[in-house]
């Protein structure tokens, strides 16, 4: 079974650019999460999805962030313009069963923004 | 909010050593918890869980019992090898539905 997918697994691009991610979950996973990991620290939650609708986006920085999961599949998270600080791994993680926690994770998505 | 303290690292241990990882966790009411592992150049994967209060969650020589009355959930293992090495997270699925928080993780470096 194939795993949860992320590209690109590494990214630099200078301040005030775009850059976007994109996430495929495992298969049949309505379940699906951005999280944020800075260096040297756990993993922070952006978003969380239950199939194509947002559910949890509190700590989503809306001014520049912003994500979709069109059919309730695969999923884009957006930052424009990045900013020196955005620079982080993002993970995205997907899960079958809600609220058991075990969350399957991609390898994520390396910034660096210059 | 709900909160995740893990024990500062980074740990480094000789072969067969003994290991514990601390952590300490906020939350109301009886949330799960969790280890989560992640190996070098690959994903966090869950290594082991407990659901309520006394369980014990068992993993490739690794335990971990879910301490209600010290809110604790400490990982151990007996005997380390080099193939342990690798970044380890202490996670709390709280009570906001479907939400993981972890701990800053611990770094584990074993050498022969």
């Known amino acids: 079974e194939a795993g949860v997918v992320q590209s690109p697994r590494y990214k630099i691009i200078e301040k005030k650019q775009p850059v976007a991610f994109w996430c495929n979950p495992i298969s049949g996973h309505n379940t699906l999460y951005w999280y944020l990991q800075n260096l040297g620290q756990g993993p922070e939650l952006l978003i969380r999805y239950e199939n194509e609708e947002a559910v949890d986006d509190s700590q989503l920085p809306k001014d520049r962030f912003s994500a979709e999961r069109l059919k309730g599949v695969d999923s884009t998270l957006k930052i424009q313009p990045a900013e020196l600080g955005d620079s982080a791994v993002y993970l995205c993680a997907s899960s079958a069963i809600q609220g058991t926690g075990e969350l399957f994770f991609g390898e994520g998505s390396r910034l660096t923004v210059l | 909010g709900n909160s995740v303290t893990q024990m500062e690292g980074p740990v480094t241990l000789s072969e067969e050593a003994f290991l514990t990882i601390n952590c300490t966790y906020t939350a109301t009411g009886y949330p799960s918890l969790f280890w989560y592992v992640q190996y070098p150049g690959e994903g966090l994967q869950l290594l082991l869980k407990?659901?309520?209060?006394?369980d014990k969650g068992s993993n490739k020589g690794f335990e971990a019992t879910y301490r209600k009355e010290t809110t604790s959930f400490h990982l151990e293992k007996g005997s380390v090898q080099v193939s342990d090495s690798a970044v380890y997270f202490c996670?709390?699925?709280?009570?906001?539905?479907?939400?993981?928080?972890f701990g800053q993780g611990t770094i584990l470096t074993v050498h022969p």
């Open positions: 407990a659901t309520k209060a006394d």
């Open positions: 996670g709390e699925g709280g009570t906001s539905y479907g939400k993981l928080t």
